[in-house]
């Protein structure tokens, strides 16, 4: 599902993220537009590259994140991989990017995903979007949130903020960036974190009246329960994507840890029902 990508994958720098979402302030993270020739195209494509410190789990966060949105058939960019970049094949970032290179081997381990063309952040919490109340409406009526939220709580996916979602128009969503699966870039030393924060369920509760939240919660737990009901296929898909990236021990503590978040019953609680 996911491709493990390697530097002769990599056709050189397109652009910053902010030459093409002119909204996107650059942050702290070195982010950037490569062109990537995928496994099976003809043609490299734009593919938005992420770099995260060594030392952090945010690629693994995106590689479970991706893969469980995928097998609950939650839009999001049409390919998603990790690529193995030479230092010198990074371009040149305001920040030192040390933290984020391997010392020994000279990689940098990035999570790269296509670029999607046309999409925008919402950014609809702030009020900066064009959206009205009726399209929020919307946004909170469709699958795309329902799901995601359950998903979001089953891994632990504390940063899904208004601009970690993309829309293409009123009714076409796509998911981005779930590196902070797990409750953050490093996990908790006490598994599993049950109290990682949900942003979509409180954006919910938020903007959503009595009775709309009923049926949002409702909604939210059937999917929720559905994704519990499929974590196998999630962690067998895990296991085999990650095989020549990391040692079995460390896929195992990774596929164990998810699976015991994915099965815990906090996500009936976060919906009001108590158990
Ligand atoms: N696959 C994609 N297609 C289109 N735009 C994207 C894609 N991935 C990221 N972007 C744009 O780049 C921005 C930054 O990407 P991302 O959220 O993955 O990184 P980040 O470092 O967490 O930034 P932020 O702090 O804004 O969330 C997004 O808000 C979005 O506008
Ligand atoms: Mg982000």
């Not at 060594?54 to 990790?82: H, K, L, M, W, Y």
């Not at 064009?130 to 009526?141: E, G, H, V, Y």
């Not at 995601?148 to 829309?167: K, Q």
């Not at 996500?267 to 108590?274: E, I, V």
Request: charged share 20%; aromatic share 10%; glycine share 8%.
């Amino acid at each position: 599902m996911i491709s493990v990508l390697h530097a002769d994958a990599y056709c050189g720098f397109s652009g910053w993220v902010s030459d093409h979402d002119a909204v996107h302030a650059t942050g702290a993270q070195p982010v950037f537009v490569g062109r990537v020739l995928w496994p099976g195209a003809s043609e490299p494509e734009d593919t938005v590259i992420k770099l995260y410190p060594t030392d952090s789990c945010g690629v693994a966060n995106e590689v479970i994140g991706f893969t469980a949105n995928a097998v609950r058939g939650v839009d999001q960019p049409a390919r998603g991989g990790v690529i193995l970049l030479n230092r010198e094949m990074l371009p040149v970032f305001d920040a030192d990017v040390t933290a984020y290179v391997d010392r020994s081997t000279g990689l940098a381990v990035c999570w790269a995903a296509t670029l999607v063309q046309n999409a925008k952040p919402f950014r609809f919490l702030r009020r900066l979007s064009t959206f009205d109340q009726d399209q929020l409406a919307a946004f909170f009526r469709s699958k795309f949130a329902h799901i995601l939220t359950g998903v979001d709580h089953a891994t632990g996916n504390s940063d899904r903020s208004d601009a970690n979602f993309l829309y293409l128009d009123d009714m076409k969503y796509v998911a981005i960036d779930q590196g902070a699966v797990g409750g953050g870039p490093y996990w908790h030393s006490s598994w599993p974190d049950e109290t990682a924060g949900n942003q979509l369920n409180l954006a919910a509760q938020r903007e959503m009246t009595a009775s709309q939240l009923s049926s949002w919660y409702a909604s939210v737990l059937q999917e929720g329960l559905k994704t519990q009901d499929i974590w196998p296929e999630v962690s067998n898909q895990l296991r085999r994507d990650l095989i020549g990236l990391l040692d079995s021990e460390q896929i195992d503590t990774i596929v164990e840890y998810m699976s015991t978040r994915a099965s815990n019953g906090t996500l009936a609680q976060a919906c009001g029902r108590l158990i």
